[in-house]
């Protein structure tokens, strides 16, 4: 575990949207820091479409991916086909 020092209005912001979604401080902070991660390595994605793949992740580590989120691992694996830079990044989609 590192310490990081962040702005007082961050902090803030992160306690406020943590308790919103029942979430740690660390968890808040680590969840926008993994989507901003995502959305830099990955202009062209919106930010729907990261957190659905971020949700079909979760889904297929628990062996549960609803039918309405196996359409985003077909997308995935045709952009990952048509463009070969894409930086995803998680395990369940890694490339290698």
Known sequence: MSSVKLSKEIIIEAKVISKALNRSLAGQIEHWAKIGRLAEENPDLTY???????????????????????HL?????????????????????DKE
Not at 54 to 68: D, F, S, V
Not at 73 to 93: M, N, R, S, Y
Request: glycine share 6%; hydrophobic share 45%.
């Open 48 to 70: 729907d479409f990261i957190k659905n793949i971020l949700i079909a992740e979760q889904e297929a580590l628990a062996g549960k991916l609803e039918p309405k989120n196996k």
């Open 73 to 93: 691992l077909d997308e995935l694996k045709k952009a990952l086909k048509q463009k070969a830079d894409i930086k995803i990044g998680l395990g369940v989609f």
